[in-house]
């Protein structure tokens, strides 16, 4: 697929986050962030109310984005809190952002229906799960409250040149971007991960949004995510990765950081700076989840001790807390001719507990749990663990070898989140409270997944035609990303910037040839 390339100014852009960003400097007063916004019929003193009318603009700082509606729906009564929702107009998914600095936050919603049931689910940013199914009885309302994360590509107090990350063009243009509510139109965005803002989108059977609440943690604890495609938030459906699924099943004061990117390999989280952004903001007491191997087969067992090394001496000079995590297995050759799952990935997954081991550091092996996973399946359902191609005119059906759907990627998180409650990683104690014992032998059942398809699609998988002509969001910010441009600071709940990037050499070229 090809890609536009909307610029705007990013001198402009930047000036605009700075409206709302952290003073730059360690002596200025911080900014306390205490958003409120109340979404039914009636104003909530002290709440600011978002009308179906209030679309998202930079100038606004927040409204309903991604060209997504809401209708009000009014149940009346004396309580304005009470009085009603916004529901997605005729029942699709909608989508709410808020312009916001880099960083950490605490986001409160509260939904339900005064006269009727209701059944949300909530995303932030590129399609991470946060609340999967919340039911409320008619006349209930429930709020439910999670951390997440907001970043933007500049790297703080680097130098010229090493001071933003170098994004591939999905990343860091505006993109095409298919949304099923649209008429099959082409809506264009930059990947909501990287933007000037946090985004929330509310689907399900009968979303129910009453109001959001943000403010900041005080002291929140960082789960960071390395890794390639079958880690990262994958921008449309139906492509899964086990990454953008694993924030459901974590309570505050844990947030999860997913900074795993597609075609990366050890090798190029360094190169295109993705490494030095992510030591720019790490904390003491923050985890560090590093999976490679899928991109990195071509290295010697010697360049792979070499990278992992040096991914766990530089986590460790900031007190962070660095966890070695195998890659799962992929779907082609992974059935031997007894009819067992055996290793595709070759010796990397050894080699990886051969780090783990020598540098005693964390270690979780979802390639040997993958196996467990796919064998439970079968041979006739392993393959519906990954993601649909969809028909053409030159090739029939099929499913991707790599990358997961969105079953398959749900499975594969609460594998790596049981992983962390075995392994006794002190974060692992805030599972949230709904949490049941996983094993991957014995893993949910494909027929009952419920998990609502967002409406953003990939068309080259995906079973709808492709429209022609672009249409762009009305007052998107553009492209954000040019170098030497300071970023605002990070967003720590009042711990404050953290200190620069180590700048410890590469160990061997950092390139790679990364495909997935």
């Known amino acids: 697929m090809k890609y ?9 852009v930047l000036t605009l986050l700075a409206a709302n960003a952290l003073p730059l400097n360690a002596a200025d007063a911080p900014v ?18 978002v009308k179906p009318e209030d679309s998202y603009t930079i100038e606004r700082g927040y409204g309903y984005d991604l060209s997504s509606t809401a209708t009000v729906v009014d149940r009346g009564g004396g309580d304005p809190l009470k009085a009603g929702f916004a529901k997605g107009a005729d029942g699709q998914p909608f989508f709410f952002s808020v312009k916001l600095a880099p960083g950490v936050y605490d986001v409160k919603v509260t939904l339900g229906d005064s006269k009727g049931e209701s059944t949300t689910t909530v995303k932030s940013e590129t399609r991470r799960l946060m609340v999967e199914e919340a039911h409320t009885a008619t006349g209930d309302q429930t709020t ?7 970043r933007i590509p500049q790297i703080p107090d680097a130098k010229p040149g090493q001071d933003i990350v170098k994004m591939k063009p999905r990343e860091n243009a505006l993109s095409w971007i298919f949304l099923s509510y649209a008429d099959k139109k082409i809506m264009t965005t930059m990947e909501l991960d990287w933007d000037e803002k946090l985004t929330l989108e509310f689907s399900n059977s009968h979303a129910a949004l009453c109001t959001v609440e943000i403010t900041q943690p005080e002291k929140p604890i960082t789960v960071y995510l390395v890794g390639d495609s079958t880690m990262t938030d994958q921008n449309m459906e139906p492509w899964g990765a086990w990454g953008m699924q694993f924030p459901r099943w974590f309570k505050p004061p844990v947030v999860i950081a997913n900074y795993a990117e597609s075609g990366e390999s050890a090798a190029s989280f360094f190169g295109e700076l993705r490494w030095p952004k992510l030591m720019s903001e790490v904390h003491e007491g923050d985890y560090i989840l590093i999976q490679f191997g899928i991109n990195d087969r071509t290295l010697s067992n010697a360049q792979v001790h070499q990278y992992f090394e040096r991914f766990i001496s530089e986590a460790r000079a900031k007190g962070a807390i660095p966890v070695l995590v195998t890659s799962q297995n992929l779907r082609s050759g992974f059935w031997g001719p007894d009819g067992k799952g055996q290793q595709t990935l070759g010796g990397y997954p050894y080699a990886m507990w051969e780090v783990a081991t020598q540098q005693k550091t964390g270690y979780i092996d979802l390639n040997v749990m993958s196996t467990s996973l796919y064998e439970a399946f079968g041979q006739a359902r392993m393959p519906e663990l990954f993601t649909p191609h969809a ?7 099929s499913r991707d070898s790599t990358h997961h759907s969105d079953f398959g990627s749900y499975e594969l998180a609460k594998c790596v989140v049981q992983a962390c409650i075995d392994s006794k990683l002190p974060f692992a104690q805030y599972v949230v409270d709904d949490w049941k014992t996983f094993d991957p032998k014995h893993p949910d059942a494909i027929d009952d997944f419920k998990l609502p398809m967002d409406p953003q699609f990939d068309p080259d998988v995906g079973p709808n035609g492709r429209p022609t002509v672009p249409t762009p969001i009305a007052g998107h910010p553009g492209q954000m990303a040019e170098p030497r441009l300071a970023a605002p600071a990070p967003v720590r709940g009042g711990r404050g910037p953290a200190q620069a990037p180590a700048t410890a050499p590469a160990v061997v070229p950092a390139t790679s040839a990364a495909t997935n």
Request: net charge positive; aromatic share 12%; charged share 15%.
């Open 32 to 49: 306390k962030i205490d958003l409120k916004y109340s979404f039914g019929p009636q104003a909530v003193p002290g709440y600011t109310q």
């Open 144 to 150: 439910r409250e999670f951390l997440t994360h907001v």
């Open 4 to 12: 536009p390339f909307l610029r705007a100014s990013a001198l402009c």
């Open 391 to 397: 028909a053409t005119a030159t090739a029939p059906a």
